[in-house]
DNA sequence: AGTTTAAATGTAAGCGCTTACATTTAAAAA
DNA sequence: TTTTTAAATGTAAGCGCTTACATTTAAACT
């Protein structure tokens, strides 16, 4: 592997300004840049991006923490991610943290000590006081998916309030009077906001809210079937039923289907983050859409921008969530 | 940032020794051990990770490249990846190469640039040449799904053959007889192979292999629709159709209820990957189960062992597909 | 006590770059 | 032509570690 000062020699120039040429940072005549140029090409010279990063302290790597790498978010995510990153050639390094306090602040401090640049983090455990301590240390960080009043610089966030509102005042709509909803694990943000978003579509239309018709699931598809059980285990009627996403809303739909409660005749369903997956079931599944890519890509810009000095970059940082109607929700008959 | 050079003042030895001590490679008295140890604890020390990579010519980065990063496996694999190397102290560094031979290309340079001490690979178009090229020039790589005869010592693979067999198989046990076929694209060995065990399994059933019962789509869930149009549209009867992926499963499910075919009463069907969504189709999908975890974990295992010499791991590099029998494929009536 | 030998520690030379500062070169001004 | 000034290039000191080799220390024999 060549290095710098085989390149230098061959050009006939010293280091400093082969290093010149290769950032083009500062100003070379265009007969010795050409000369170093075809030094380079001569040698099939790669620069070594370790020790590019130990001389200018900066890595060119952002660490992407997820809390669960398998999920349907994850995908989308890191796809934008790396092609917003690589497009700069900086690139991504990940971790997951499992939704544990311990673990994502382990990762956290593993991508650190990597001497990532910044950090694009989908953590749900660690406390807001960690993260805010984090960016008093100086760790250039984004939040994907929570809002933290005194670091709301950092957030990326989708107004789950107002999507959690779209789904009922969608169902609402259709003339179901009686919506049923389950919901994430309440000590999670976005689970609180969407459950929110329902209650204030049923307040706004003068429908009370009934606790009863609530049912707090862990957003995995098992505790969908779960919720309609318990569900229609109070005994009360409901004609909708709002998940808060589309995984449980999934299991809903299972479960239903050996109950034999016809999809959407008998009970109209809408998910939450329009996975790839809603629209391959059956009936296809009417759901809130999360603009995952688009704010994945937002992250990624973000620290371009902030960290990398990029310009030129829109940021934005709420995102809109919209709703995408499908088959699984219908005018009450 | 507390640097070594730091500690070793406190702890009154020299850089040498807190070096040893950080990677106690070499014998250190336990007094020593202890001084520099609390010398570390009182500075909060941290290596600096950037540093030993230069020094040592070790990045403990590993590059991990794959065909879509929002793909159904690669959050899996790269899940078993995160997890394994992330236990020894490594860390991934993603890249997509989106089944194009020149991204492809471009990744493999751009992860090698990066310094990576090794590549785990899923690519599709890169050809043959290049990679046995790339392992002659002493990168050291692994290589998902991809079998090449030269270099098959990098191979990790799933006996996809077994797997087209095994569904196969699996129709013909519940007596049908007359089975079409919708292939991956046939350029993909994966795809070929598949074909090749559904080929087989009819052999081995002494039924002759109708080519006009073979549908090539691209595996993407809308080609499985447009599959069964097409294998409709030939006239000949069938009844169980095989898809090489779980996506076109379900694209012909999709088309099948469109056309008011049931599923299993009129058209058994059965899929191949078992993806998680396979699950929560209706009716669930009968599917060969792709381990793509264990291999992604394997993946890993075998660069721990052959790039990072770590011992007592078992190694495997062929494994083997399964049957997952569910309801979408029933016993001819 | 003197010698041999191994263990513990220290010294210093890199690893391959970046960059502040010094120097040279050439263009512009006088 | 000489002086001023800016542009181009070079020099050398790091960045924070690892490690070959040298030296010191201490244990083990004579």
Chains 1, 2 share one sequence.
């Not at 805010?132 to 933290?148: C, E, H, M, P, Q």
């Not at 670091?151 to 789904?167: F, M």
């Amino acid at each position: 592997m060549a290095t710098i000062y085989q390149v230098s020699e061959l050009a006939g120039v010293s280091l400093a300004t082969v290093s010149r040429v290769m950032n083009n940072n500062a100003r070379v005549s265009d007969k010795t840049k050409e000369k170093v140029l075809s030094a380079m090409a001569e040698l099939g010279y790669q620069p070594n991006a370790i020790a590019q990063s130990l001389a200018s302290n900066c890595s060119n790597s952002v660490g992407v923490l997820v809390s669960e790498l398998h999920g349907p978010f994850f995908g989308d995510m890191m796809s934008a991610i790396e092609q917003t990153l690589r497009s700069e050639g900086k690139h991504a390094i990940i971790a997951s943290g499992h939704s544990n306090a311990d673990t994502e602040q382990a990762s956290i401090e593993f991508l650190i000590s990597r001497k990532c640049d910044a950090l694009i983090l989908h953590v749900e455990a660690v406390s807001d006081v960690y993260l805010i301590d984090l960016a008093a240390k100086g760790v250039s960080f984004v939040l994907i998916n929570r809002y933290i009043e005194q670091i709301s610089t950092h957030c990326i966030c989708l107004d789950n309030q107002q999507g959690g509102y779209l789904a009922t005042q969608h169902v609402l709509d259709l003339q179901h009077a009686q919506v049923a909803y389950i919901s994430g694990p309440s000590w999670k943000q976005d689970a609180q906001a969407r459950l929110n978003g329902h209650k204030l579509a049923l307040q706004d239309a003068d429908i009370a809210f009934d606790n009863e018709l609530v049912f707090e699931g862990d957003y995995q598809q098992q505790s969908g079937s779960a919720g309609l059980d318990a569900l229609l285990g109070t005994g009360k009627a409901f004609s909708a039923i709002i998940c808060a996403n589309d995984e449980m809303a999934s299991g809903v739909m299972t479960r239903a289907r050996e109950l034999n409660l016809d999809i959407p005749e008998q009970l109209s369903i809408v998910g939450f983050d329009n996975i790839i997956y809603a629209s391959y079931l059956y009936p296809t599944l009417t759901t809130v859409d999360y603009p995952i890519f688009q704010m994945g890509k937002m992250a990624a810009n973000y620290i371009l921008a902030k960290t990398y000095d990029k310009s030129g970059l829109v940021l934005r940082d709420v995102f809109v969530p919209k709703l995408e109607v499908r088959q699984s929700s219908k005018l009450l008959a």
